[in-house]
């Protein structure tokens, strides 16, 4: 069986469902006392499903990214500064992504992760959301600068079938050589 990864659609399509489920518990939570902390595990949460379909692509053990989410989820209860989180959200997302899945030399892993992650959620800030829905385009918007990474920084996903030319292609091609000479 062929197994295509898609990085780029899926995380893409990952963002999208990730907003678009904020949306509902976030307008439930917008006006309560839980705000913050839903806000964090909602957050902890999409970056853990996104952490294990990471490793799913390079087919590593799950195992390898629990030590930085644990990381963060203690984190999300001892710290009650949303941009804080936010922040230490970037780094672990960074740690998974270069550290553990894509192993790319430093200097490239690093230029890479200061583009799309930090660069990902300098535009997030910018634009600085303070509604659900804000928050929801805010997610989607990371999510697509993120699924840029893969463009630039992986080759997932762009193995080309060895498929054998056929003996009529053989000959248009010298054919071809034939003429051009």
């Known amino acids: 069986m062929n197994h295509f990864k898609r990085p780029v659609r899926t995380t893409i399509f990952y963002g999208l469902i990730?907003?678009?489920m904020f949306i509902p518990f976030g307008l439930f939570f917008e006006y309560t006392v839980f705000w913050p902390?839903?806000?964090?595990?909602?957050?902890f949460s999409c970056l853990t499903a996104y952490s294990m379909i990471l490793v799913s692509w390079v087919s590593k053990s799950r195992v390898s990214v629990i030590f930085p989410l644990l990381f963060l989820f203690l984190f999300a209860f001892g710290q009650s500064s949303i941009s804080a989180f936010l922040l230490l959200c970037l780094g672990?997302?960074?740690w998974i992504r270069s550290g553990v899945c894509f192993q790319n030399g430093f200097v490239r892993s690093l230029g890479g992760e200061i583009i799309f992650s930090i660069g990902g959620g300098a535009l997030v800030a910018y634009f600085s959301p303070h509604s659900p829905m804000a928050w929801a385009l805010g997610i989607w918007m990371f999510f697509l600068v993120q699924s840029m990474y893969f463009i630039g920084l992986t080759d997932l996903g762009q193995e080309k079938e060895n498929i054998p030319i056929d003996?009529?292609?053989?000959a248009r091609m010298k054919a071809d050589g034939i003429l051009k000479v």
Do not use: D, G
């Open 18 to 20: 990730s907003s678009l």
């Open 37 to 43: 902390m839903f806000f964090r595990l909602f957050i």
């Open 92 to 94: 672990t997302l960074s």
């Open 167 to 170: 003996s009529f292609e053989q």
